[in-house]
């Protein structure tokens, strides 16, 4: 399959693109730690594109993964005709994880990477790739070590792809979830410290569902001891306190959140924010520079 472009890109995304795919065909047999985000989608597009069946899109799978993030996983990757597979993760056995420490990720990409590494191996030496950007650089990315220390590369980043970049491309390209909000896994709803169980991630997940069968797409329900705090786009705020006030949705909230176990519910009133309970952490100098900026300078 070749991914026309259907729009226009500009020129230093053109670029981009021709060296991703540069990039990508030089490889004899890639597997994608492939989540069903737009990064690692795009990624999984390209080396598919190149390769066909000598790409493996591969979704690591536990309770930290929402359920309908598991579907549409699938969903597009049969959309991109990639082969793909998933992989049963068990983070949730390993204290480094389930305590909850700053680098909890460092944990779970550890334990996903330990078990691509070995099916990469056994399908004749491939390369590892993700759906690292640039921007994530500059975040809290405690898995991007686990990530480099078993090999993996990461060919935005390497090549200065942003997040903006990989949308940009990726609707030129016509993937249909350019757009989709990002979705990071459901252990990211608890301030670091606080101990995580399927139990409690499974209840984050159905209050999740929940609220999107009440029609709301962009949303964390953040679990603080056995209070729920939504966070909603900040625009949506009006009219959903508006909601609220009315009494009827406001009393189908409770009940529902009561019956999952949450003792109290509260909306917070900044929105929503991606990566909120990171403030919580020392600001520490982050790398800004790819894993391998020496060869996307050269």
Same mark, same amino acid.
């Given at each position: 399959m070749l991914f #026309?472009?259907?729009?226009?890109?500009?020129?230093?995304?053109?670029?981009?693109?021709e060296a991703l795919r540069q990039r990508i065909a030089a490889w004899d047999q890639v597997v994608v730690a492939y989540s069903g985000g737009v990064d690692s989608a795009l990624v999984a597009a390209l080396a598919v594109e190149a390769l066909q069946e000598r790409a493996l899109a591969i979704t690591g799978v536990s309770p930290a993964l929402a359920p309908h993030l598991r579907q549409e996983a699938r969903a597009q990757a049969a959309w991109l005709g990639v082969r793909h597979q998933e992989l049963a #993760?068990?983070?949730? =056995?390993?204290?480094?994880?389930? =305590?909850?420490?700053e680098d909890r990720c460092y944990a779970c990409k550890r334990e996903l990477h330990r078990l691509l590494a070995a099916i990469a191996a !056994?399908? %004749? !030496? !491939? @390369? @590892?790739?993700d759906g690292v950007n640039r921007d994530d650089l500059g975040d809290h990315r405690p898995g991007i070590r686990a990530a480099r220390e078993q090999g993996v590369r990461s060919p935005l980043a390497e090549l200065g792809v942003d997040k903006a970049g990989v949308r940009q491309i990726s609707r030129a390209l016509g993937l249909p979830w350019w757009d989709k909000p990002a979705q990071p896994c459901l252990a990211s709803r608890f301030p670091y410290g606080e101990p995580i169980s399927a139990a409690r991630l499974e209840r984050v997940a159905a209050a999740e569902a929940w609220l999107r069968q009440q029609g709301f797409c962009d949303l964390r329900v953040r679990s603080q001891g056995e209070t729920a705090r939504i966070e909603l786009p900040a625009d949506r705020l009006p009219a959903v306190l508006r909601?609220? !006030?009315? %009494?009827?949705?406001r009393e189908q909230l409770v009940e529902a959140f009561s019956d999952l176990g949450f003792t109290a519910v509260g909306l917070d009133l900044e929105g929503l924010v991606s990566g909120k309970l990171n403030r919580a952490l020392a600001q520490q100098p982050l790398a800004t520079t790819s894993p391998h900026e020496n060869e996307r300078q050269a």
């Open positions: #026309t472009l259907l729009e226009s890109l500009p020129p230093e995304l053109e670029r981009a693109l #993760t068990a983070e949730l =056995a390993d204290p480094s994880y389930s =305590a909850n420490p !056994a399908a %004749g !030496a !491939a @390369v @590892v790739l909601q609220l !006030a009315d %009494g009827a949705l």
